[in-house]
């Protein structure tokens, strides 16, 4: 099993973003948690998480209404 992340623009399309590859879901999600600002700032508003190609979950990048 691989994880990586798949990375989406405003668009919901996907755009390019670092091509890592990790052996268990929880580096990847410690991954992203350390470079989610990079990311945003690049231009990425959400994530999909994949295993092989099987979608875990989607999570927004941009900030919370309040």
Do not use: C, H, N
């Amino acid at each position: 099993m691989a994880w990586s992340w798949r990375y989406e623009g405003t668009d919901g399309k996907t755009v390019e973003g670092p091509a890592e590859s990790f052996s268990s879901q929880a580096d990847a999600e410690s991954w992203i948690g350390q470079t989610w600002r990079e990311l945003a700032a690049s231009g990425v508003t959400s994530v999909a998480l994949l295993e092989d190609d099987r979608v875990e979950y989607r999570m927004s990048l941009l900030p919370t209404a309040e």
